[in-house]
């Protein structure tokens, strides 16, 4: 199955079936957005009934973070979303699709919600699990965001209560994901491929939609205004599993525009040279390209 090998390493044709929500975070202000937002993205081709879930209401409740250490202005955030918005748009003229979006925020004002955060705060006393919640909340945000897990946990089991039946998101929210199946949270969790950092020979994985998000070794993101030089650049030097990543990003983009494409075989064949010039030239082709091509082209 093509998405299975490209963008996921576990849906099944009955995982496509099912109502299914990605969390997506963005950068705020100034901050550019990942080319990483696009398999994202992808996943709804495939996926018939998908909803992008945009969560700003955890980036404000980030605003409340001592110290400075969290600096997100409300300015900054709206920013945020509009660079976000704009490049969904530009995904939507290039592959003629649009996944449903959906706030966090929103969903967080409904009338229910409430009484959803309670059963959960409840659930959460009676299973013995506030100290394990505790400790997947990074240091920075406990002391002002203290129910900051509590949210996410309500949030989808508000989004299950809804008829979502199914959770997409990268392999470093698996640590809320084993919270929220203690919890016995109605939902299927999935995973899509893991992303890399770039420019370096290490194998680090990042969060995709987290701009600052580089590894410890600091490598280099590639960004979905990144001119040709760059994207080239970038390339070169990374590690083969950051270089497959790419590659298998670039061959599902261009499964969808009809343009040449590589297997997940094929790719998982590719070594040295070969793997470096295939990936660099797939992503130049099937992606940067085509976007260029419709940010010089008015709808």
Do not use: W
Not at 18 to 31: A, P, R, S
Not at 96 to 122: G, H, N
Not at 191 to 196: I, Q
């Amino acid at each position: 199955m093509i998405v299975g090998g490209l963008l996921s390493p576990e849906l099944t044709a009955e995982d496509l079936e099912k109502k299914t929500f990605f969390g997506v975070g963005f950068g705020t202000g100034k901050q550019r957005l990942p080319i990483d937002l696009l398999p994202i993205y992808l996943l709804g081709y495939f996926i018939p009934d998908y909803t992008l879930f945009i969560v700003d209401e955890f980036l404000r409740m980030n605003q409340k973070c001592q110290e400075q250490i969290c600096s997100e202005k409300n300015e900054d955030i709206e920013e945020g979303i509009g660079r976000l918005l704009d490049t969904l748009d530009s995904f939507r003229k290039l592959y003629q699709f649009c996944p449903e979006i959906l706030y966090s925020s929103k969903l967080m004002q409904t009338a229910q919600y409430p009484s959803v955060f309670d059963q959960v705060k409840r659930n959460l006393e009676k299973k013995g699990l506030e100290s394990a919640a505790a400790r997947i909340v990074p240091e920075h945000r406990k002391a002002a965001a203290r129910d900051y897990p509590t949210h996410e946990f309500s949030c989808v089991q508000h989004l299950a209560e809804q008829g979502f039946e199914q959770k997409i998101g990268p392999t470093s929210e698996k640590a809320y994901d084993e919270i929220m199946q203690a919890l016995e949270i109605p939902i299927t969790f999935r995973y899509m491929l893991d992303s890399f950092a770039l420019a370096t020979p290490h194998t680090d994985r990042v969060v995709p939609y987290i701009p600052g998000s580089r590894g410890p070794n600091n490598g280099q993101r590639l960004y979905v205004d990144d001119n040709i030089k760059r994207v080239k650049g970038v390339l070169y030097g990374s590690c083969p599993d950051a270089l497959r990543y790419m590659a298998r990003i670039a061959s599902a983009s261009g499964i969808l525009l009809g343009q040449r494409f590589l297997a997940k075989e094929e790719l998982d064949a590719l070594t040295g040279r070969k793997l470096t010039k295939e990936t660099v030239g797939m992503v130049i082709e099937n992606i940067y390209n085509p976007l260029m091509e419709g940010r010089t082209c008015k709808d």
